[in-house]
């Protein structure tokens, strides 16, 4: 091998593993900015809620002065009629807030559910990936390692194949080809 084509494999080299990194970094950025979405929503539905419980305590507030509960509000009581039908009114809103709240931290845990999720999927696919640098392996093949499963659900599935009296391996093999054929 000449000179020139030596040189010229070591900048081939250098710009596919200059083409890795920056790759890379894309893709952490990308990851980054997924968090950042994912953290704003959660930012607004905390506000939300926050501004419900407000709303809803103000509720309780004003139905405590009517009854008379507060001290020096005995000139807010009014009329009895009247006083009874914005009780009721307030009562009425104060349990709608409180579903409202209720569906509020619901998509919250939701969130936080599928961001947990993610992350546990990004770390299976992270653990899996196949090492080493791009340019130092020459012509040897990588073997990439079987990710369909975690290694939970393969004993799972080992499981459920002894509980059905069937080829554990096998029944693995036929839910991975289902799985697939699904996509």
Do not use: C, H, W
Not at 59 to 64: D, E, F, H, K, S
Not at 68 to 92: Q, R
Not at 122 to 146: C, F, H, M, Q, T
């Amino acid at each position: 091998m000449t000179k020139e084509e030596e040189v010229a494999q070591a900048a081939a080299a250098a710009k596919v593993i200059a083409d890795k990194e920056i790759a890379d970094a894309k893709a952490k950025k990308d990851a980054e900015d997924a968090v950042a979405a994912e953290a704003s929503v959660l930012e607004k539905l905390e506000a939300e809620n926050a501004k419900l419980i407000e709303e809803r305590d103000n509720y309780r507030n004003v139905a405590l002065k009517r009854l008379g509960k507060l001290p020096a509000d005995s000139e807010f009581l009014g009329e009895g009629g009247k006083e009874i039908d914005a009780l009721i009114e307030d009562k009425v809103k104060e349990a709608l807030i409180n579903k409202e709240i209720d569906s509020k931290g619901k998509e919250r845990e939701d969130l936080f559910r599928k961001a947990l999720k993610e992350n546990a999927e990004l770390k299976l696919a992270l653990k899996n990936r196949p090492g080493g640098s791009l340019g130092s392996e020459g012509g040897s093949s990588i073997e990439v390692k079987d990710n369909v499963f975690s290694p939970e659900q393969i004993a799972d599935l080992k499981r459920k194949a002894i509980a059905l009296k069937t080829d554990p391996e096998k029944f693995v093999e036929r839910m991975k080809q289902n799985l697939n054929s699904r996509k």
